[in-house]
């Protein structure tokens, strides 16, 4: 046998840090996984599945465009090995579908496997690949296999297949099978994971906590919660409860129920348990759940099918007989159906025909699928790879950790939507030239290859979507062409190591160069020919001199790859605007959208908008939390105010007023300087030595953790009740009590020394090794004088709808203070230039040397254990404080395929019945695929009407005035404006004073444009047809200063 390895186990190293070379297969819980690259992956999977996953092995047959994909994906996400086998020499096809794979390994004649091998295994240091190029045929011991916990095939016969799998489920346990296709404008996914298949966790949701207003003693009873807060539970889950008064049986004990509503449930009998009093939190419990799969041979005959487009359901068997019949027709023939030729057509059509008969439920056989299967079977479409890639590798995960629901079992994706126009086209469109567009140009026609290498686009964001679109561009040819085609990008940010778990043309080489350019340079390792300019700044209001209205309208399709709704929203507006075509999608863990916005078509991004997310009270954070995510966010705010905030205020302030002298003499002669109070107590309070510093940190221990306690509890005894004669302290609501300094408690340790050594950055103070020893700090720690809590009378705000105040007054006595304190400062040579500076720290969640994060997760456990909130660890800590999104290299492969689906479409100008939104969570799994929302029409009034896409132009001349714009709208568009608009700007309102006279004024002296402004884009609103009524809006006119040469 010929085996092949990237390299040795020694090299390879292991999957975890800090575990010996030489033993790397260890205890689970012995194993630390290397967070600063696979920290954004955790927070989909978890650790339990992540440990699962680094000690697995895994076979996979065929590194073809659909086999690169798989391997690329389930590297990055770090199985323990991977061994690809393929016994195919690269040819010229390859350079087309296989994004690995380049011309010198088709000269050099080099087998597939060996020639991607090196390339897949620098996606991840941590995991083993190997290479194998022995024959796997009918006549193979398949013995070898029993090493791999998952196999997975692809360009394998059916026959062959067929006897892996019976292999593989036969072993015990069962070795998970999955088999993958892509034969032209059709892909196919297969699993089988043994008879029984266990799950632990169904979803990766977290278990939702539901507080409780109210449980009956009935039979069943009937649980209420608070309302406004819906439970988002389904029937036949299990919750678990605690902290319930009166009825207290409940907690601890765990309940199956049933939804009465979207805010009840019941849970069985408790008409003999005491009656409620108040509280009580109800925590879902997720249970694990098995599946059963059945055997290739058996699913085929009878298969179950995940239905992705509820417009076509009988599309999956469809396509599944139509597959079928080409592997027959494989069998029989020894070769796919020739391009275009109608009687292998025919023939395969037969088969389907006679197959048809053989399953159970006779499904009828669709002659044009068929057809379009037989004729594009040669091809081969690289982004229809990418989508059934995504999710295949997606099963290949949840086979070897046993996390998230598998596909059950079989799914069809195809792109048979594009097939109407194709028919017009002769056979010789389709046909081969020798070139590395072939097996495109098998599936689309030489035509559309030729419109995707003239193609303009404009990629925004060269993340993990970004990477694997400009993938897709590369074999796709677009903006190739030889006199027209541009691929544009940009992004601003720099790439760090958490990039390489999922932004594949990244490698720890680049770490700290910037996304776009280095993207660009490994896009034309891909395919040379690529023409593509890069940029590495913002596309917002502040860039509307690079990106400008001539820059969108030179572009043919924008294709964003962003990771928030701000930068989705303006770019749309742009696309609108100028009339282009934008193709929007997006990630957050194993969930994923795609959209496509066509002009004149479609709705654009923002037509819908989604439902704000919901703030934290004020007061909840500053007194009442209730979920350790409000005592994260409190943290958070804490280290903002503290270490960012004041410091730059601080420092913006002595900018202002250069010297202590002279603000001392401005406030004595009674001058109010803005925030001097807050920045001389700073001064006054400022620590100068590391003692200094940790005796900071003691006192604040002691004014957050404990005296904030008393104060509440001074305000709000216990015993408090509300004016109805209810408990002020009862759910949500938690008391507080106070924390006792612990020197010896390492959460009370840590948060001292976090604070400590974050103060003395901001305050300049240096520090050493033996500063940070444990001798150290008790020495420094049992000398300070804590001060004793003293009561105050100050109003707790306990108004969920109130907001934080801008500015808390400062007292007549708190300035007699700060003219104290800054006089006691100067004559103490302490408000020197030195003194007078600080150094705000930016968070930065991503650097664990740094104690940011540390500083948090100890202030929030330590908040959380004032109000008895069950405590997160730092790992949970960090998501919601850095407010990281979860993403995985899966989900953003099979999008991106997606979007370059949508792209051929919007290429050829197909009509809007063509094009697909998808929404996707392969957890589940679920695809689901619909249709675009058409575009809306706005009635005006007398018949005018117009669309978001509609822009009416006027052209002026230097002269013209606004009555003569208003005047040109009405002979030209039949309907005079009574309002006129320029961004916020109000150029004419006729009830606002003054606005009258406007209308004698030339629309340059009103627009004030730039020298180069050739025109401005204007809202226009008409008089309702009855009075009281709001004015009617119309569309933006475009305004054109002078005629323009036509």
């Known amino acids: ?152 095939l692809t360009e394998v016969s059916l026959l062959l297949q067929k006897k892996i799998n019976d292999f593989c489920h036969a072993q015990q346990p069962p070795i998970k099978f999955i088999s993958a296709d892509v034969y032209g404008m059709c892909s196919r996914l297969f699993c089988d994971f043994g008879d029984e298949f266990e799950v632990l966790d169904t979803t990766g949701e977290e278990p939702k906590e539901i507080f409780i207003s109210n449980i009956t003693q009935s039979n069943p009873g009937i649980v209420t919660c608070l309302e406004n807060h819906p439970h988002r539970l389904e029937t036949g889950q299990f919750l678990t409860f605690r902290e319930v008064n009166g009825m207290s049986c409940l907690n601890g004990s765990t309940h199956q129920i049933t939804v009465v509503s979207p805010y009840s449930f019941s849970i069985g009998n408790t008409s003999d348990m005491e009656p409620y009093l108040h509280g009580g939190i109800a925590v879902q419990v997720k249970t694990p759940k098995t599946f059963y799969f059945e055997r290739l041979e058996k699913q085929i005959t009878n298969p179950l099918c995940l239905v992705a487009d509820f417009s076509k359901p009988q599309a999956p068997l469809q396509i599944h007989v139509a597959m079928l019949a080409l592997n027959h027709f494989q069998e029989n023939f020894g070769r796919r159906p020739n391009i275009g030729c109608l009687q292998d057509a025919e023939e395969m059509l037969k088969i389907a025909m006679s197959i048809s008969e053989t399953l159970e439920n006779k499904p009828q056989v669709n002659g044009d699928v068929v057809k379009w299967l037989s004729r594009t079977a040669q091809g081969f479409l690289a982004p229809l790879a990418a989508a059934v890639g995504g999710v295949a590798s997606q099963e290949v995960l949840k086979a070897v950790t046993g996390k998230f629901s598998p596909l059950q079992q079989w799914l069809y994706i195809d792109m048979l939507d ?32 030729q419109k995707l290498h003239d193609l303009n686009v404009f990629l925004v964001g060269c993340g993990a979507i970004g990477c694997e679109m400009l993938k897709n561009f590369a074999l796709l040819g677009v903006g190739t062409g030889q006199d027209k085609g541009l691929v544009t990008i940009t992004d601003p940010d720099l790439i760090e190591k958490s990039n390489l778990n999922r932004q594949f043309l990244f490698r720890p080489h680049h770490i700290q160069k910037p996304k776009s350019y280095t993207a660009a340079e490994a896009t034309l390792n891909i395919n040379p020919c690529l023409k593509i300019d890069s940029y590495i700044n913002k596309v917002c209001p502040a860039t509307e001199n690079t990106y400008s209205d001539e820059f969108y309208t030179k572009q043919d399709v924008i294709v964003t790859a962003l990771d928030n709704v701000e930068a989705r929203r303006y770019i749309d507006s742009r696309c609108v605007a100028n009339l282009r075509p934008l193709i929007d999608s997006g990630t957050m863990g194993t969930k994923g959208h795609t959209e496509v916005i066509v002009p004149h078509l479609t709705e654009s991004y923002n037509s819908h908008r989604d439902p704000p997310e919901e703030e934290i009270p004020f007061c909840t954070l500053k007194s009442f939390p209730a979920a350790i995510e409000h005592t994260i966010q409190w943290a958070r705010d804490k280290f903002e105010s503290s270490f960012s905030h004041k ?354 004024l030339t629309m340059q002296k009103l627009v004030k444009p730039s020298a180069d402004k050739k025109y401005v884009d204007l809202t226009v609103s008409f008089a309702p047809e009855t009075d009281g009524e709001e004015d009617l809006p119309g569309p933006p006119v475009r305004y054109y200063f002078v005629q323009e040469d036509n």
């Not at 680094?54 to 994909?69: D, K, R």
């Not at 194998?132 to 011991?141: F, G, I, K, R």
């Not at 469109?429 to 097996?439: K, V």
């Not at 708190?814 to 304190?821: M, S, V």
Request: charged share 25%; aromatic share 10%; proline share 5%.
């Open 647 to 1000: 410091p730059s205020l601080f420092n913006k302030f002595w900018q202002t007023y250069p010297s202590a002298e002279e603000v001392l003499q401005r406030i004595k002669s009674g001058e109010s300087l803005e925030g001097c109070f807050h920045v001389i107590k700073t001064l006054s309070r400022r620590p100068r030595s590391w003692t200094q510093c940790v005796e900071l940190a003691r006192v604040k221990f002691e004014k957050y953790f404990s005296h904030k306690a008393l104060q509440l509890l001074h305000s709000f005894p216990l015993d408090t009740r509300l004016k109805d004669g209810s408990l002020f302290w009862q759910s949500p609501k938690r008391p507080p009590f106070p924390v006792k300094f612990e020197f010896n408690d390492p959460l009370h340790y840590g948060f001292i020394v976090s604070a400590a050594k974050l103060f003395a950055t901001v305050y300049c103070v240096p520090f050493t090794e033996k500063d940070l020893s444990e001798e150290t700090l008790l020495k420094i720690i049992s000398a300070v004088k804590v001060p004793e809590f003293r009561p105050s009378n100050k109003v707790v705000q306990t108004d969920e709808t109130a907001r934080k105040p801008d500015h808390i007054p400062v007292s007549s006595e708190d300035e007699r203070n700060a003219i104290f304190q800054l006089e006691k400062s100067i004559q103490s040579n302490e408000a020197l230039e030195n003194d007078l500076q600080m150094k705000p720290i930016s968070f930065e969640k991503d650097d664990d040397s740094n104690g940011h994060v540390d500083f948090i997760t100890a202030a929030s456990n330590l908040r959380a254990k004032m109000y008895n909130i069950e405590p997160a660890d730092r790992f949970k800590t960090k998501r919601i404080a850095g407010k990281i999104i979860p993403a995985i290299a899966t989900a953003t492969a099979a999008v991106s395929g997606l979007v370059a689906l949508e792209l051929i479409k919007v290429v050829g100008g197909y009509p809007a019945d063509a094009y697909k939104n998808c929404f996707l969570n392969l957890a589940i799994p679920i695809m689901v695929f619909t249709e675009t929302a058409e575009v809306r029409r706005t009635e005006i009034r007398n018949g005018i009407s117009f669309t978001i896409w509609d822009r009416w132009t006027i052209y002026g001349k230097e002269d013209f005035t606004l009555l003569d714009f208003i005047n040109a709208v009405r002979e030209k568009y039949g309907i005079e404006p009574t309002m006129v608009v320029q961004g916020v700007k109000m150029l004419y309102v006729p009830v606002m004073p003054g606005h009258i006279k406007r209308l004698k």
């Open 418 to 449: 594009i097939v109407t126009p194709l028919e017009k086209m002769g056979t010789e469109e389709f046909l081969p030239r020798g070139d590395r567009y072939d097996a495109l140009r098998a599936c689309i026609g030489d035509s559309l290859c």
């Open 1 to 152: 046998m010929r085996w092949m390895s990237a390299t040795t186990a020694e090299e390879v190293g292991c999957f975890f840090q800090g575990v010996n070379k030489s033993h790397c297969i260890m205890a689970a819980d012995s194993m630390e996984i290397d967070d600063a690259l696979y920290s954004r992956q955790r927070y989909v999977l978890g650790d339990t599945a992540m440990q699962k996953m680094a000690q697995s092995h895994v076979f996979l047959s065929g590194i073809g465009g659909l086999g690169v994909e798989i391997a690329k994906n389930i590297i990055l996400a770090g199985v323990k090995a991977l061994t690809v086998h393929d016994t195919r020499q690269c040819t010229k096809w390859d350079l087309g579908i296989n994004f690995f794979i380049h011309e010198d390994d088709i000269t050099s004649q080099r087998n597939r496997a060996e020639a991607t091998l090196h390339r897949i295994a620098e996606l991840n240091p941590y995991v083993h690949v190997a290479a194998s190029t022995v024959p796997l045929d009918e006549t193979t011991d398949l013995s070898f296999l029993k090493q791999y916990q998952c196999v997975i």
